[in-house]
């Protein structure tokens, strides 16, 4: 019986056509594009592509598995100047631990490599192990700036797996942009988001951390005060994108430990924040949030709140957010959403 975590093809495999990589390899001098096989992919590169001048994405519409993965990572290799990688493998049913193993040990020669952009969602064969390769590869990209994980959907990924990111994440010591998506994966909980937190630390740089955990349904955000002192250090942080929506266990005291952290960060331009569905937040949750946000009032320039569907917010909170709103003295823009709360709009 052939395990389905075999890597050997079957004959109707072999007899399919290669998958196709969409023309996204992209010389930014000339503006000129490339279609190319997986097949024929490598030796393309070798006679086409002057490395410094181009980035590669890969966006493969085919049945792949381990190896489709590894002959990209053999391609990618060779140009070893490339600046950017984005690999789109979202719901490739076939893609697995050592897929992703093969994948990323082909990347430890792009010592310049500046942006990366994986997507691996919906992958259902993807478990912690996977993520400890991907985060053991991330360690020696050390160029990297910006970086983003879409891992959302994993239904074998739990908080060991976000860990094993964030070990590799917190050695990247230049990266100013980091994107990690986990939205849906059900086994990820507190101790996962308090791993991020944790690797955060170290990150000086970080200029824009976007962190989706939107239907992560056990994440209570009640731990995360104690933890908002390791953030002290960045100061170069400027925009922040938090969403918990459908978070269902976040009550008024997590909105108030979120909003503690965000205090370190009062020098920020951009935050947003998402609520939505969290149905226990209450008129008390928003007035600490607001009470915590107090010290942006001087650099806040864009805003966003959505509460739709937290059916136990009143006019209070909008009244609330209406006086700090106005205090905004250098707010550009600010979107507010309440949808599908008990807010009448009559003050």
């Known amino acids: 019986m052939i395990s389905k975590y075999s890597s050997d093809q079957t004959s109707s495999e072999k007899n399919q056509p290669p998958a196709i990589v969409q023309h996204k390899i992209f010389n930014h001098k000339t503006q ?48 070893r100047k490339m600046p950017s990688l984005e690999v789109d493998c979202a719901r490739r049913m076939r893609v697995n631990n050592t897929g992703l193993h093969l994948f990323i040990q082909g990347l430890d020669k792009l010592k310049y490599l500046q942006t990366i952009n994986l997507n691996f969602s919906a992958c259902e064969w993807v478990t912690d192990k996977g993520l400890y390769h991907i985060g053991q590869g991330l360690k020696g990209l050390t160029s990297l700036q910006s970086i983003s994980l879409n891992l959302g959907m994993g239904y074998r990924v739990s908080d060991k797996g976000v860990c094993h990111i964030m070990e590799g994440l917190k050695r990247l010591v230049s990266l100013k942009s980091i994107s990690l998506n986990f939205v849906r994966t059900l086994r990820v909980t507190d101790d996962g988001l308090n791993s991020i937190i944790k690797g955060l630390k170290r990150l000086i740089r970080l200029e824009s951390l976007q962190i989706n955990l939107h239907e992560c349904e056990t994440i209570t955000l009640r731990d995360l005060d104690k933890l908002a002192k390791k953030l002290d250090k960045l100061s170069s942080l400027k925009t922040i994108n938090l969403d918990f929506g459908s978070c269902e266990e976040i009550e008024d005291e997590g909105l108030t430990n979120i909003s503690k952290c965000l205090n370190r960060f009062s020098h920020s331009e951009n935050i947003t924040l998402a609520f939505d569905a969290c149905s226990e937040i209450t008129d008390i949750g928003v007035e600490r949030l607001v009470e915590n946000l107090e010290k942006f009032i001087c650099s806040l320039r864009s805003f966003s709140l959505n509460f739709e569907g937290c ?6 909170s909008l009244s609330v957010l209406s006086e700090f709103i106005k205090r905004l003295t250098s707010l550009e823009n600010i979107d507010l959403n309440f949808a599908r709360s008990e807010i009448t709009y009559q003050n």
Do not use: G, Y
């Not at 024929?40 to 190896?67: G, M, T, V, Y």
């Not at 059916?311 to 209070?316: A, G, T, V």
């Open 32 to 79: 000129q594009k490339l279609n190319l096989t997986v097949e024929n992919l490598r030796w393309q590169l070798i006679k086409r592509i002057k490395p410094n001048h181009w980035s590669f994405s890969a966006d493969i519409h085919a049945s792949i598995n381990e190896k489709t993965l590894k002959r990209i990572a053999m391609a990618v290799k060779l140009t």
């Open 311 to 316: 059916s136990r917010l009143s006019d209070q």
